[in-house]
């Protein structure tokens, strides 16, 4: 359990001064992402449809481009999600039930968490949901912003390697009331290595996915 703690967001009720990081422009070739969301939480459709906006737009800052895809949740959470995934650029998103949430034990603050190995490379992360509900109230923010946040966090470490929590930017550890309450601020984006080590991540996989498939395809003639 220690690298799920390690790559966990949490709430944290004090306040913290940032300093805003400059972005990455956009590339015109986008790295192509897809996340295969599992809604256990059965969130409203336009909340999360707003939400998946959220976080494709954080990605287009960095030159990533996210594709979407709603799939059918097996009836085993705890089953192997990521022995589904074919491609080096899938993901999983499990968006939890608050029943699964109570069952993970894990600290009252935290929002999320990401399955990521010592050796990089995680495929799942974790959303839950009813204490990103109850962290929006109290914020007044819009749950739709705080949701996409925190998921665009979690797909982040899935992308970085292990124990890549920043001192800013989205990618930091722990996040407060005053900066959720700001609808759109660079304290909810990608710095610029980060964006650059996204970007040169997907862009390997995707050469060596290539490479396997020529290699296959030469073995089957």
């Not at 109570?102 to 190995?117: E, F, H, I, S, T």
């Not at 490379?121 to 996409?148: E, P």
Request: hydrophobic share 45%; proline share 6%.
């Amino acid at each position: 359990m220690d690298y799920l703690k390690r790559n966990a967001i949490v709430f944290a009720a004090t306040l913290t001064i940032l300093w805003n990081v400059p972005l990455a422009a956009a590339e015109s070739e986008a790295p192509d992402v897809r996340i295969r969301i599992h809604d256990y939480a059965r969130i409203a459709d336009d909340v999360l449809a707003q939400a998946q906006e959220r976080v494709t737009d954080i990605y287009k800052t960095i030159g990533v481009q996210l594709r979407w895809q709603i799939t059918l949740c097996p009836p085993d959470p705890s089953a192997p999600a990521a022995a589904t995934l074919t491609d080096a650029s899938d993901f999983v998103l499990i968006l939890l039930s608050p029943h699964m949430s109570r069952r993970l034990k894990v600290a009252p603050d935290v929002l999320g968490m990401a399955v990521v190995p010592p050796q990089g490379g995680g495929r799942i992360a974790y959303v839950l949901f009813d204490r990103i509900t109850r962290v929006a109230r109290a914020a007044r923010s819009d749950v739709t912003d705080v949701l996409g946040r925190v998921i665009a966090h979690e797909i982040g470490h899935l992308m970085l390697p292990d124990g890549s929590h920043s001192g800013n930017g989205l990618m930091r550890a722990e996040w407060n009331i005053k900066e959720l309450q700001r609808p759109r601020h660079s304290a909810f984006e990608f710095t610029v290595p980060q964006g650059e080590t996204i970007r040169r991540r997907l862009r390997g996989s995707a050469r060596a996915s290539s490479g396997n498939d020529e290699v296959q395809t030469a073995r089957s003639k």
